[in-house]
Nanobody, 125 residues
Framework: EVQLVESGGDLVQAGGSLRLSCQASGFTFGDSAIGWFRQAPGKGREGVSSISIGDGITYYADYIKDRFTISKDNAKKMVYLQMNNLKPEDTALYYC??????????????????WGQGTQVTVSS
C-alpha cells in the first residue's frame, strides 16, 4: 500500500524556518518523483517544489524565490522541504505527493498519483 506521511508543520513567526518531512512507503522510492503542494483557505492547491528521486532534478515555484529547498534521503525514503524566511502568505496545508507514472517531477497536481494527508503550516505576522 502506497503511503505518504507529512510532518513538521507548526506555528511560526514571520521570518522563521520550518522543515517539512515526507515519509514514503509502499513503492520503489527510486522510481518516483515527489512533489510538495500547498492549499490555503479559500484557494486552490498550488505546486511548491518537486524532486525526481532517480536523478535529483528539482523544480520550484517562482514565488518561492530561493526561500525553500527540497531534498531527499534515499536510504530513509524521505523527502524534505526546508522553508526559510517564512511569510504569512505561506500559511497553508502542505501536502506531499508521489508521481509513479512519469517520475519526472512537476508542479502540476494532475501528474501525481498518490497524496498524503497534509501538515499545517501557520505563519504569524
Amino acid at each position: 500500500e502506497v503511503q505518504l506521511v507529512e510532518s513538521g508543520g507548526d506555528l511560526v513567526q514571520a521570518g522563521g524556518s520550518l522543515r517539512l518531512s515526507c515519509q514514503a512507503s509502499g513503492f520503489t522510492f527510486g522510481d518516483s518523483a515527489i512533489g510538495w503542494f500547498r492549499q490555503a483557505p479559500g484557494k486552490g492547491r498550488e505546486g511548491v517544489s518537486s524532486i525526481s528521486i532517480g536523478d535529483g532534478i528539482t523544480y520550484y515555484a517562482d514565488y518561492i524565490k530561493d526561500r525553500f529547498t527540497i531534498s531527499k534521503d534515499n536510504a530513509k525514503k524521505m523527502v524534505y522541504l526546508q522553508m526559510n524566511n517564512l511569510k504569512p502568505e505561506d500559511t497553508a496545508l502542505y501536502y506531499c505527493a508521489a508521481d509513479l507514472t512519469n517520475r519526472l517531477g512537476s508542479l502540476w497536481a494532475r501528474a501525481y498519483d498518490y497524496w498524503g494527508q497534509g501538515t499545517q503550516v501557520t505563519v504569524s505576522s
